[in-house]
């Protein structure tokens, strides 16, 4: 089984910055694209960011400019920079690991975090 736990989150004005990382720890399995989702109240999850295995990346329209998403393959966890805050990213972020690997096994599973809580001021 794979754990995945966000740390990061808080409360910032508008125009601050917040970095999340989410960590991936267990035994025997292999990452693929992480990703970032988030959700605000009454609202669907949306995806905010994603890194490849290889460093491919790609974001939301809303964030792009903004907010920069990175891993680091060594420690198996995905960060993500959020640069100029605006109130309406106020969310619960989400750590996403996709297609995860069980080397033992061979099976193909999601992953997801318990959510960061991320709160922009006005």
């Known amino acids: 089984q794979v754990q995945l736990v966000e740390s990061g989150g808080g409360l910032v004005q508008a125009g601050g910055s917040l970095r999340l990382s989410c960590a991936a720890s267990g035994r025997n399995f292999r990452l693929n694209t992480m990703g970032w989702y988030r959700q605000a109240p009454g609202k669907q999850r949306e995806l905010v960011a994603t890194?490849?295995?290889?460093?491919?990346?790609n974001y939301a329209d809303s964030v792009k400019g903004r907010f920069t998403i990175s891993r680091d393959n060594a420690k198996n966890t995905v960060y993500l920079r959020l640069n100029s805050l605006k109130p309406e990213d106020t969310a619960v972020y989400y750590c996403n690991a996709d297609r995860v690997l069980l080397t033992t096994s061979l099976a193909v599973r999601d992953y997801w975090g318990q959510g960061t809580q991320v709160t922009v001021s006005s």
């Open positions: 890194s490849s295995s290889g460093g491919s990346t």
